[in-house]
T-cell receptor, first 115, second 110 residues
Framework: EAQVTQNPRYLITVTGKKLTVTCSQN?????MSWYRQDPGLGLRQIYY???????DKGDVPEGYKVSRKEKRNFPLILESPSPNQTSLYFC??????????????FGPGTRLTVT | GQSLEQPSEVTAVEGAIVQINCTYQ??????LSWYQQHDGGAPTFLSY????GLEETGRFSSFLSRSDSYGYLLLQELQMKDSASYFC???????????FGAGTRLTVKP
């Protein structure tokens, strides 16, 4: 089954404790992306990657890191989480060519709470 | 800069037609996409307009007018299951980042 998986689905942590949210897709997509979703603000892009070893900042990259060592994986790293990073996080992927590049497939989401 | 404006809420009755507008201010983008998100779920792709005009996919249609910086999603024969949030989105020229509107919450009533 074609899908994007994220782990963990729920996470409660404390300020300053480094964490990683994993994201994996099995569709051989080039484009992968991380978003955070907050009430009234919609989806805001954190980082995206056009392909292996190619990453770029989105709209709200501060406090986050990413890496793309393999095509299928795109982990999101919070080196020192703070309470303002409490949010719902989505990973997404899409092909990078043609019309289908605009159809993003989203993972199930990770609800992060930083206390 | 790039920003997309949508109404925050829309209410309609079952069987009716509803239009969700998206106006944007952007320096350039590849096309306008629409996504649906049910409460507690992930966004799912609905439609995409690369060119001006109407795209139809079953009960859903989407429209784009670049000259008017405007697009809309049209939902026909509304069903209760259409109650969800709807987001418009663009992929920006040059840097390929994605921008989403804040979303429109559609409530379908019996």
């Amino acid at each position: 089954e074609a899908q994007v998986t994220q782990n963990p689905r729920y996470l409660i942590t404390v300020t300053g404790k480094k964490l990683t949210v994993t994201c994996s897709q099995n569709m051989n997509h080039e484009y992968m992306s991380w978003y955070r979703q907050d009430p009234g603000l919609g989806l805001r892009q954190i980082y995206y990657s056009m392909n292996v070893e190619v990453t770029d900042k989105g709209d709200v990259p501060e406090g986050y890191k990413v890496s793309r060592k393999e095509k299928r994986n795109f982990p999101l790293i919070l080196e020192s989480p703070s309470p303002n990073q409490t949010s719902l996080y989505f990973c997404a992927s899409s092909p990078d060519r043609g019309r289908s590049s605009y159809e993003q497939y989203f993972g199930p989401g990770t609800r992060l709470t930083v206390t | 800069g790039q920003s997309l404006e949508q109404p925050s809420e829309v209410t309609a009755v079952e069987g009716a037609i509803v239009q969700i507008n998206c106006t944007y201010q952007t320096s350039g983008f590849y096309g306008l996409s629409w996504y649906q998100q049910h409460d507690g779920g992930a966004p799912t792709f609905l439609s995409y307009n690369a060119l001006d005009g109407l795209e139809e996919t079953g009960r859903f249609s989407s429209f784009l007018s670049r000259s008017d910086s405007y697009g809309y999603l049209l939902l026909q024969e509304l069903q209760m299951k259409d109650s969800a949030s709807y987001f418009c989105a663009v992929r920006v020229y040059n840097n390929n980042d994605m921008r989403f509107g804040a979303g429109t919450r559609l409530t379908v009533k019996p």
